[in-house]
């Protein structure tokens, strides 16, 4: 009966779908339809468009993410989040519905994996190819999802007709990206075809990231290195403050820092700036919903200790409304004309973000800072004071700053947290990455609250629980 319920849950799914995903073709579960070089590129494209929806990163995880982090505060049923007392049914709703995404967007790219090997029209090359952007599409999504979640069903091009698939630990699910991701390396471009596509260097970014969270620093920092050294990146230099719009803007095609995005447009767009803005500010063209706000006396040890010269501090900005005078909301991502759907892209990889994430992993396989990471650690902190970031400035950090790794290690997590919060949940990464000690002492010096163990995973969503016959209660998360 589960069996049964679970293949009309996906049918449900993917019709009540069928308006977002518009780059989807009925028949793309026919094994006959991955045979040109434009089957295939159409079967690519039907991955993103789960992870674009409002479900997934068009609006939800944004906010899922960014509220846990000790810069931003919940607004109305977000409120819950930067509590830490548990979810309410709402947001538990919201997790489930992101795993539904989550697993559209696998499905679409288990599908390219297990038939474009059997393509007739297509060449090797481009079989090849699109597989490579399939796997590395798996690798992303399962990389996002596991440390949220901490074990997976792991569906596959092999077990892609199954139901009932058990629950995989982290380190089977860590197996099965690095494989991807490896693959991926070898077959993507060096280029993108198409601003958005991922390439070898995308897969190498989130390689980076990837060993970065399982803390093998060694891996991380040469695969950062690689990107650095490919000398295909720069950051944006920036001047002031309404400068970032050359890095955020909804106008952009592509940048010379962008190494992989989820690209919007205004027909498929990002509903998640609306959550940034009120309505009344000019930022969102009066169609702001108002999720998420900074509070500088209810966060004021991460406002307070933040250099007002930052130039990143400067996208906050105080808007009264109704809350009081210490709000402020946050121009990051703006869309002054938008009319429909905000056309910013979402940052997932980005070339300061490597930069950082060697700077880190390099001073701890070296057990100390080294004057090569302070340097890249300089080089984002330079152009955050609108300073050139390849030449030596008054506001460098100098290697003997730093008394011991662990002073540079808190240095430079601050620093990712200034530079990448609002891109792909960033911040609360890193707390978690650093340990649940670490995370809840950040927690609790800035936002005053104590988090219990259960509130660092996510709850694994009940349909799956009911529907998959390989998995029971006694597989829930601890707490849920």
Request: charged residues 25%; aromatic residues 14%.
């Amino acid at each position: 009966m589960k069996k049964i319920i679970l293949l009309i849950g996906i049918i449900v799914a993917f019709t009540s779908c069928e308006d977002v995903l518009k780059e989807e073709p009925k028949a793309i579960v026919s094994e006959l339809f991955y045979n040109s070089a434009g089957d295939l590129e159409t079967a690519v494209n039907a991955i993103f468009s789960p992870l674009r929806s409002y479900n997934c990163f068009g609006a939800l995880y944004p906010w899922q993410t960014e509220i846990y982090s000790d810069f931003q505060l919940g607004r109305g049923s977000y409120a819950v989040l930067n509590e830490y007392q548990g979810l309410d049914n709402t947001n538990v709703t919201r997790i489930g519905s992101m795993w539904t995404q989550f697993y559209l967007a696998i499905r679409n790219a288990n599908l390219v994996i297990a038939n474009a090997p059997n393509a007739t029209v297509a060449d090797a090359a481009v079989i090849a190819k699109y597989t490579a952007e399939a796997r590395f599409m798996r690798a992303f999504t399962y990389s996002v999802m596991i440390p949220y979640f901490g074990k997976l069903p792991l569906r596959t091009e092999e077990n892609i007709k199954d139901t009932e698939v058990p629950l995989s630990s982290k380190e089977q699910v860590y197996d099965l990206i690095i494989d991807d991701l490896e693959y991926a390396e070898q077959n993507l471009p060096d280029a993108p075809s198409v601003a958005g596509r991922p390439t070898k260097w995308s897969a190498k970014s989130v390689l980076a990231h990837v060993y970065f969270i399982m803390e093998n620093y060694g891996e991380a920092k040469t695969k950062a290195e690689e990107v650095i050294q490919s000398n295909k990146f720069a950051l944006v230099n920036v001047e002031t403050v309404d400068d970032w719009q050359k890095l955020f803007g909804p106008t952009l095609i592509s940048t010379s820092e962008e190494i992989f995005y989820i690209k919007n447009n205004k027909e498929s767009g990002w509903s998640f700036i609306s959550f940034m803005h009120h309505p009344s500010d000019p930022y969102y063209n009066g169609s702001g919903l108002f999720a998420c706000y900074m509070d500088t006396v209810k966060l004021s040890s991460r406002w307070d200790n933040w250099d007002p010269k930052d130039l990143r501090k400067g996208l906050y900005y105080s808007w009264e409304f109704g809350l009081g005078p210490n709000t402020m909301l946050n121009n990051k991502f703006m869309d002054t004309d938008h009319i429909g759907s905000g056309a910013n892209d979402y940052p997932f990889y980005r070339y300061a973000d490597v930069l950082l994430m060697y700077a880190e992993a390099a001073s701890r396989v070296n057990n100390g800072p080294t004057a090569d990471a302070v340097e890249k650690l300089n080089m984002v902190h330079r152009r955050a004071y609108g300073k050139n970031p390849d030449q030596p400035s008054e506001v460098d950090f100098e290697l003997a700053d730093f008394s011991s790794l662990q002073n540079f290690i808190d240095v430079i997590v601050m620093e990712r947290g200034y530079e990448t919060y609002y891109e792909g949940g960033k911040r609360w990464l890193d707390l978690l990455r650093l340990g649940k000690d670490y995370a809840k002492n950040i927690i609790l010096e800035v936002h005053g609250k104590t988090v219990a163990d259960k509130h660092f995973l996510w709850p694994i969503p009940s349909t799956e629980i009911d529907l998959n016959d390989a998995i029971d209660d006694s597989d829930q998360n601890p707490g849920y």
